[in-house]
């Protein structure tokens, strides 16, 4: 038999600090993972705009144009 899931919508269940604490965990479950994508994701954008940048710079001192 699986244990009982605490009603939290039931506004007379007074839940337990046990249950505040699983239910955080499971709220937050994953974020350390998504943060740590978003921060590779924006890490790359970075780099790409300072590789373009750095091309640009180099173009304009040799007098061409970006295509």
Not at 41 to 52: D, G, L
Request: charge should be negative; proline fraction near 6%.
């Amino acid at each position: 038999m699986s244990p009982r899931r605490p009603n939290f919508a039931d506004p007379d269940y007074e839940p337990t600090d046990e249950d505040l604490l699983e239910l955080t965990q499971e709220a937050f479950a994953g974020l350390a993972e998504e943060r740590a994508r978003s921060l590779r994701e924006m890490n790359e954008r970075i780099a790409r705009a300072q590789r373009e940048a750095l091309r640009d710079l180099e173009l304009r001192r040799s007098g061409a144009r970006r295509a």
